[in-house]
DNA sequence: AGATGTCAAGCGGAT
DNA sequence: ATCCGCTTGACATCT
């Protein structure tokens, strides 16, 4: 299950949403047109539950330490016409699942998508985004879950006032900030700026390997990686994907490139380290890491 | 049966 | 000024 990099340390890794062997989602959804039809979306959300379950025995016979839920575990729990009390619903079998992935040794993350908006100028932006933040908190609490993953969001042609407004946002909310970690992304906010606005918030940071190489700033993947491990007070956690070559910078390709593995273990040197992959294979893309931990030499993992 | 376009939400960037 | 990408599934409408 672990790779020894060293007499202690060890590497897992993860995938998301979905498993492709299986055939099973975790994000199945609804249009909001249908969303009054409570029996339907009570019906989707059991579904969806019991694929995390079945996805997270697979995950555990595979060696695979961490999954990422889709944020649609819960399609528009959020939303002011969510018809139902979710939490009231849900709670026992979310905790249920919850018990089974501490029981197997999963570690459990969400990661909203881009219309989640904390530094937005726009104060209906900010709160929706703020409430969406506050469901995902409220499902990892529930799960036992580790980390609530978010990219800072749109630059507004000012960075340091979106920082401003991002900090603001999410100042106080104590349940978010829990399991927030903080992540860089390939266009407009390098690690360097995620570390200070993590810094104000106290909350950790996590690298993109694809999107440092394409947005690195000054920082070399090495500095970045080891100023951000420090970050975390629980178990660090980086992410790793490869470029698509046949598509567009930024594209992720079906599986991982070795080599861009090998650079990220070698520029993070010794340590625990959770590597969630981000990948179009999904567990697929994570297998050949498993299996080719458990071969490679320790001196390839220095 | 299969193919296509649209759906809650927001950004930045290309054109 | 308009469209596309991020990511993925649902589903209405069409062929």
Not at 14 to 20: D, E, K, R, T, V
Request: net charge negative; hydrophobic share 40%; charged share 25%.
């Amino acid at each position: 299950m672990h790779y020894q990099k060293g007499e202690r340390d060890t590497v897992r890794f993860g995938y998301a949403s979905q498993n492709l062997t299986l055939g099973l989602t975790t994000g199945q959804t609804l249009r909001l047109a249908n969303l009054q039809d409570a029996e339907r979306v009570h019906a989707l959300v059991r579904s969806n539950l019991s694929a995390l379950e079945e996805i997270l025995y697979w995950n555990a016979e595979h060696g695979i330490g961490l999954f990422r839920l889709s944020q649609l575990l819960i399609p528009f729990a959020s939303h002011p016409d969510f018809p139902y009390d979710w939490e009231q619903e849900h709670g026992r079998l979310l905790a249920r699942a919850g018990v089974l992935a501490g029981h197997l040794g999963i570690r459990l993350s969400m990661h909203p998508g881009q219309f989640i908006q904390p530094g937005s100028p726009n104060p209906d932006v900010r709160d929706r985004s703020v409430a969406e933040l506050r469901y995902v908190a409220r499902v990892l609490s529930l799960l036992g879950g580790a980390d609530l993953v978010l990219h800072l969001g749109g630059a507004f042609d000012n960075k340091p006032a979106a920082i401003d407004r991002f900090v603001r946002s999410l100042e106080g909310e104590e349940d978010v900030l829990k399991y927030l970690a903080l992540e860089n992304d390939e266009r407009l906010w390098t690690v360097e700026e995620v570390l200070e606005a993590a810094c104000r918030l106290r909350t950790p940071v996590i690298v993109d390997t694809l999107h440092h190489s394409l947005n690195p700033g000054e920082l070399s993947l090495r500095y970045a990686l080891n100023a951000a491990l420090t970050t975390w007070r629980r178990r660090p956690k980086v992410h790793l994907s490869s470029q698509d070559p046949s598509k567009q910078l930024g594209a992720h390709a079906w599986g991982v490139n070795m080599n861009d593995f090998r650079v990220l273990l070698d520029s993070i040197g010794g340590g625990d380290v959770d590597v969630m992959v981000e990948a179009k294979g999904k567990e697929g893309a994570v297998l050949p890491l498993v299996a080719g931990c458990q071969i490679l030499p320790l001196e390839a993992a220095r």
